[in-house]
Nanobody
Framework: QVQLVESGGGLVQPGGSLRLSCTVSGSIFSINAMGWYRQAPGKQRELVAGIRGRESTNYEDSVKGRFTISRDIAKDTVYLQMNSLKPEDTAVYYC???????????????WGQGTQVTVSS
């Protein structure tokens, strides 16, 4: 069974930084792409950043230049470094991964449980 476990959320003042981590465990054949989404109260879930391989990345416009997604392939872990945080970044952040499982060799999308990020003075 595949699991995504997130960590690193919390409360931070405007202008501060946080780093989120998401580690994949279970019967994995390959991880094809990973990403971070967020959902603020009353809003739809949106893609914040995605990564394929080690260096192919994409970002939502409002976080470009402030957030950096990276991946440690050996550790099956994806990170989201968030700098210059703003109150509008407040949301629950979810890790997402497209994974081919070891047994059936089928590819499915998996989600983490979510981690709260609150930016407030």
């Amino acid at each position: 069974q595949v699991q995504l476990v997130e960590s690193g959320g919390g409360l931070v003042q405007p202008g501060g930084s946080l780093r989120l981590s998401c580690t994949v465990s279970g019967s994995i054949f390959s991880i094809n792409a990973m990403g971070w989404y967020r959902q603020a109260p009353g809003k739809q879930r949106e893609l914040v950043a995605g990564i394929r391989g080690r260096e192919s990345t994409n970002y939502e416009d409002s976080v470009k230049g402030r957030f950096t997604i990276s991946r440690d392939i050996a550790k099956d872990t994806v990170y989201l470094q968030m700098n210059s945080l703003k109150p509008e970044d407040t949301a629950v952040y979810y890790c997402n991964a497209a994974i081919t499982d070891l047994i059936r060799k089928t590819t499915s999308t998996y989600w983490g449980q979510g981690t709260q990020v609150t930016v407030s003075s």
